[in-house]
Nanobody, 119 residues
C-alpha cells in the first residue's frame, strides 16, 4: 500500500528554522512529483512547494527565498527546509505525491505534521 509519512513539525520561535521530512513507500518514487501543502485554521489547503523527479521546483510567493524543497530519490524522501519562519507559516503541513496514469492524475497524501511559529 501507499504511505507518505511526515515528520519534523513542532513549535518554533519567529525567525527560527525547521526541516520537514516525508518518507514514501509503495510507489515508484521517481515517477512522482513531490510536494508540500499546508492548511491553516479556517483556511483552504494551499501549495507551498513542489519538486519534479529531475529537480524542477515551484514555490508559493509567500515562501520564496525562505523555504527550500529537496528530494532524495535513493531514500524515497522529500524534504522542506524552512528558514526565517513567521507566525503566518503556522499550519498543518501535508506531503503530496502526484503522477499520471494514462493521462489521469493520481494524488497521494500524508497525514500531516503541525508547525507552530510563536513566541
Amino acid at each position: 500500500q501507499v504511505q507518505l509519512v511526515e515528520s519534523g513539525g513542532g513549535l518554533v520561535q519567529p525567525g527560527g528554522s525547521l526541516r520537514l521530512s516525508c518518507a514514501a513507500s509503495g510507489i515508484i518514487f521517481s515517477a512522482h512529483t513531490m510536494g508540500w501543502y499546508r492548511q491553516a485554521p479556517g483556511k483552504q489547503r494551499e501549495l507551498v512547494a513542489t519538486i519534479t523527479s529531475v529537480g524542477n521546483t515551484v514555490y508559493a510567493d509567500s515562501v520564496k527565498g525562505r523555504f527550500t524543497i529537496d528530494r532524495d530519490n535513493a531514500k524515497k524522501t522529500v524534504y522542506l527546509q524552512m528558514n526565517s519562519l513567521k507566525p503566518e507559516d503556522t499550519a498543518v503541513y501535508y506531503c503530496n505525491a502526484a503522477t499520471t496514469v494514462i493521462f489521469r492524475r493520481v494524488d497521494y497524501w500524508g497525514q500531516g505534521t503541525l508547525v507552530t511559529v510563536s513566541s
